[in-house]
């Protein structure tokens, strides 16, 4: 398969249309290979293709693989849930971690790096308010946030979410653009060493959605793959 026609191409092209259409650059919103259940052979097939930026949801499984791989150019971001007694793995394989949840997970993580440098996390946050979802309440976002910037070994640097599930991506906006609010009213707070500069937000079905309303980072899995 020539590069032309991969996933890989249509799906920057797709990005890069939307950031024309409302007036983004292309450059402020990366394109995260979701590598969940994929062969180190997969992986290695849309890496050279130039993508770089991959994503595990399962510390075991990104353990196990990522030495498979045995490419040093690759960057691997954790975005499934994390307990805490895999945050010891977890702050050695990733270089951002999306799913942090609550305190008592973020002061662990902190715990595990403050000696070597602080690591790059987002706040997940529930917009959906789903029982069955991990993250932190809309409504707490803010106060969670100030919390987490008295803790030394990491740096908040936005926020991630995982909407309820719907059939059409439309339906997705009103909790891309929540996130998006949340962020801008962390944002506004000014608290010192809060950084607000990521989205992660939007998936295969409605990443077009999610960079209109201002994903920076956007995690696509299926439709990446398919073919790959």
Same mark, same amino acid.
């Given at each position: 398969?020539?590069?032309?026609?991969?996933?890989? /191409?249509?799906? &920057?092209? #797709?990005?890069?249309?939307?950031?024309?259409?409302?007036?983004?650059?292309?450059?402020?919103?990366?394109?995260?290979?979701?590598?969940?259940?994929?062969?180190? @052979? /997969?992986?290695?097939?849309?890496?050279? &293709?130039?993508?770089?930026?991959?994503? $595990?949801?399962?510390?075991? !499984?990104?353990?196990?693989?990522?030495?498979?791989?045995?490419?040093?150019?690759?960057?691997?971001?954790?975005?499934?849930?994390?307990? &805490?007694?895999?945050?010891?793995?977890?702050?050695?394989?990733?270089?951002?971690?999306?799913?942090?949840?609550?305190? $008592?997970?973020?002061? =662990?993580?902190?715990?595990?790096? $403050?000696?070597?440098?602080?690591?790059?996390?987002?706040?997940?946050?529930?917009?959906?308010? !789903?029982?069955?979802?991990?993250?932190?309440?809309? @409504?707490?976002?803010? /106060?969670?946030?100030?919390?987490?910037?008295?803790?030394?070994?990491?740096?908040?640097?936005?926020?991630?979410?995982?909407?309820?599930?719907?059939? @059409?991506? $439309? !339906?997705? &906006?009103?909790?891309?653009?929540?996130?998006?609010?949340? #962020?801008?009213?962390?944002?506004?707070?000014?608290?010192?060493?809060?950084?607000?500069? !990521?989205?992660?937000?939007?998936?295969?079905?409605?990443?077009?959605?999610?960079? /209109? =309303?201002?994903?920076?980072?956007?995690?696509?899995?299926?439709?990446?793959?398919?073919?790959?």
């Amino acid at each position: 398969m020539s590069s032309r026609s991969h996933p890989l /191409e249509s799906i &920057r092209a #797709r990005i890069a249309a939307v950031c024309a259409r409302v007036g983004r650059d292309p450059a402020s919103v990366r394109l995260v290979a979701v590598s969940k259940t994929r062969s180190p @052979e /997969e992986i290695r097939v849309v890496a050279a &293709r130039g993508q770089t930026l991959f994503a $595990e949801n399962r510390v075991q !499984e990104a353990r196990d693989k990522i030495p498979l791989i045995a490419d040093p150019s690759l960057d691997w971001h954790l975005i499934g849930p994390l307990q &805490r007694n895999k945050v010891k793995t977890a702050v050695e394989i990733f270089s951002m971690i999306h799913s942090v949840d609550s305190f $008592e997970l973020a002061g =662990e993580i902190s715990r595990r790096m $403050e000696p070597i440098r602080p690591m790059p996390v987002l706040m997940q946050v529930n917009v959906g308010r !789903e029982p069955q979802k991990s993250g932190v309440a809309p @409504e707490e976002a803010l /106060e969670m946030a100030r919390a987490w910037a008295s803790l030394p070994g990491i740096q908040l640097q936005g926020l991630m979410t995982i909407p309820p599930f719907c059939d @059409e991506a $439309e !339906e997705a &906006r009103p909790w891309f653009r929540q996130l998006a609010g949340l #962020r801008d009213a962390i944002e506004a707070a000014g608290i010192d060493g809060v950084s607000m500069r !990521e989205l992660s937000m939007g998936m295969s079905l409605d990443f077009e959605v999610a960079v /209109e =309303e201002g994903a920076t980072l956007v995690r696509i899995g299926s439709a990446l793959f398919a073919a790959a």
